[in-house]
């Protein structure tokens, strides 16, 4: 039987075990452009460097987000659909969209929510401490950035695990454990936006304070969202929001299992927790890379590039590019914090960079503070089982063994 070619980078087998960091280093220092073959089209163009990354992803009038920000090619319906919602527009109808949403994750707006994220995270632990034992991608990661999302778009709490469901076999639709098979994904997505809509449709009905009222009351080119838009931008928000801050602090925390001395030094010091999140974004950044497609034929890098070539920015690759980083392939949670925030690309660059940036770090930054004040002597009970992907980075199942601290 034929076997699909191992491609150079973006193959499954290749990120069988995670991200392969040290080919993309080799890559970087080789290539400023790649081309590969992929399974989807046939071929994309691999980018590496910052100043590149940052250029296709900041000129959307060459590089445009309208066929996805990721490499597959999406059944001709459901990109029609997916092509109005907020991650597929280009400026300048993706600006009036992405207004709605700015607001409630500014940092005044967040400021505000810490206490509720603190007790969250109090019960959370609660929740774990005395078994000693714990599934932690379900049991830890994954409960901080559902409360706090769900509670801010007034889901209700019946409905969490429906969506979270939702939400899990979309974004892992290519692993058996999630999705059968890759059409499953794409019909999670419709699932989504029309669960989005009859979430709007019920606020209407039963008006209550959430984000979700904000939006609906709120005004794009003078009228109001219909239901089936605020459905698509349920849908961006949820997608956006959980797997990537669940698998952050997942990776991150692993990388303090296996640097104990690090974990310890949060114990005598929690000052430093801000620090091991950026630390943890730099050198465990989930999202792998952001496809975009050229709107015209143009050279670009000393390459041809044909209108409707992908262009895949590969964004662990200046998280970890010496000419940036000192030893960058350290994990060092002392590092400065505010010159790695410049400089990864965690959460993108350009007219699409995260809206839930603030949100990110403070979800990470609140639970992992209530994780270093009340356990200790954390261990691994098996190896954790990544994600089958090559779209994002993460655990499945990470089992911890731990004490309480005294
Ligand atoms: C560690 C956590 C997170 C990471 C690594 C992350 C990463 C990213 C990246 C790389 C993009 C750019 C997509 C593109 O350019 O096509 C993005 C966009 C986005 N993120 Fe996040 N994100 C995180 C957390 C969040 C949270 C907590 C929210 C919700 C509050 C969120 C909502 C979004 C949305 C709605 C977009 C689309 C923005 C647009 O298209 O204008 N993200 N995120």
Known sequence: MDRCPV??????????TGTPRALINDLRAKHRILRETDDYSGSHWLVFRQEDIDHVLKTPALFSNAFSPILDDFPPEVLAEQQK??????????????????????????????????????????????RGECEFVTDIAMQMPTRVMFDLLGVRAGDYARVVRMVNTLSMADDPDFAENRMLGFQASMDLIAFGAELAAEHRRNPRASMTMEVLEARVDDRALDDGEFGRLFNNLVVGGLETTRNTLALGLHQLILHP?????????????????EEFLRHQNTVVYLRRTATQDMEFLGEQILKGDKLVCV?????????????????????????????????GQGPHYCVGVHQARLNLEVMLAEIVRRMTA?????????TRSIFMEGYKEMRLGFERSA
Do not use: W
């Open 261 to 277: 001395e690090q974990y310890r030094l949060l114990q005598e010091n929690p000052a430093l927790v801000p620090g091991a999140v």
């Open 378 to 386: 954390l261990r691994l009970l098996a190896a954790p089982r990544h």
């Open 315 to 347: 964004l662990g690759s200046p998280n970890r590019d010496p000419a940036i980083f000192a030893d960058p392939d350290r994990f060092d949670i002392t590092r400065e914090p505010a010159p790695s925030r410049k400089h990864y690309r965690t959460f």
């Open 85 to 130: 919602s907020l991650t597929f527009m280009d400026p300048p109808e993706h600006r009036k969209y992405r207004t709605l949403i700015d607001s409630a994750f500014r940092l005044k707006a967040l400021e505000a929510r810490r206490p509720a994220m603190e007790q969250a995270a109090r019960e959370i632990v609660d929740a774990v401490i005395d």
């Open 7 to 16: 491609h150079t980078l973006l193959d499954f087998e290749r990120f069988a």
